[in-house]
C-alpha cells in the first residue's frame, strides 16, 4: 500500500511540474488581467489531496514550488511562495469542507457508484476552497502589495484596494472553480478503477 500510495505521489508531482505553463505552455491570460494565468498544473494536487491524503498534496505542492523558484520564477522571486499560498488555503478549504461533510453524505459504497453523492461533495468542496482561496489571498494581497520588491510591488494602497484585491479575488475565485471539480473528478475515476484492479 505504502509502495503504491509512494508511485502515485511520484505520479502526480511529475504531472504537476511538467503542466506548468512554462513547460506544457498551456496558460490562459485572464481577460480583465492579463497578468494573471490561468492554468492546469493545480489540478493533480487537488486530485492528490482527494486520492492520497492531504500530507501529499502539500508535499507535491511544496516540491512543485521548489521548482518553480529554481527554474520559474516569474515577475516576482517570491511568485511561487504566493502561489503556494494560494493553493494551501485552497486545501484547507476543501480539508474543511471533507471533514464537515464526508460522513455525512457519503460512505464507502456510495462515493464510488451514486453520482449523486459526488456531486454533492464537489460542489461542497468547491465552495470551501473557493472561499478559504478568495479570503486568505485577499488578506496575503492586501498586506504584500504594498511592500517594497521583492516581497511586493510599493503599490498605492488606493490602488490596490479598488483594484488589484478585487480582480486577484475574482481570479483566484474562477481559478477553483474549474480547478477543483475536475481534480475531484479525476480522483473519484482514479479511485474506482484502482478499486476494479484490486490495487487501492
Not at 502515485?8 to 513547460?23: A, R, S
Request: proline letters at 7%.
Amino acid at each position: 500500500m505504502q509502495t503504491k500510495a509512494l508511485t502515485l505521489i511520484i505520479i502526480f508531482t511529475v504531472l504537476t511540474i511538467v503542466l506548468t505553463p512554462e513547460i506544457s505552455r498551456i496558460a490562459l491570460p485572464a481577460p480583465y488581467a492579463p497578468f494573471l494565468i490561468y492554468q492546469i498544473w493545480e489540478i493533480p494536487i487537488v486530485a492528490a489531496f482527494l486520492l492520497l491524503s492531504i500530507r501529499s498534496a502539500v508535499a507535491i505542492a511544496a516540491l512543485n514550488s521548489i521548482v518553480l523558484l529554481v527554474f520559474f520564477q516569474g515577475a516576482s522571486p517570491l511568485g511561487p511562495f504566493y502561489n503556494l499560498a494560494a493553493i494551501f488555503s485552497m486545501l484547507l478549504g476543501i480539508y474543511v469542507a471533507h471533514r464537515l461533510f464526508f460522513k455525512r453524505i457519503s460512505n464507502k459504497e456510495k462515493f464510488d457508484t451514486q453520482w449523486k453523492y459526488n456531486t454533492t461533495l464537489a460542489v461542497a468542496y468547491t465552495g470551501f476552497g473557493m472561499t478559504f482561496r478568495v479570503i486568505i489571498m485577499g488578506i496575503v494581497n492586501f498586506i504584500t502589495l504594498g511592500l517594497p520588491p521583492p516581497v511586493g510591488y510599493a503599490l498605492p494602497q488606493p490602488i490596490i484596494v479598488s483594484y488589484y484585491v478585487p480582480i486577484t479575488c475574482i481570479f483566484n475565485a474562477t481559478l477553483a472553480l474549474y480547478t477543483i471539480p475536475i481534480g475531484y473528478f479525476i480522483a473519484v475515476v482514479i479511485k474506482r478503477n484502482l478499486r476494479h484492479a484490486n490495487m487501492l
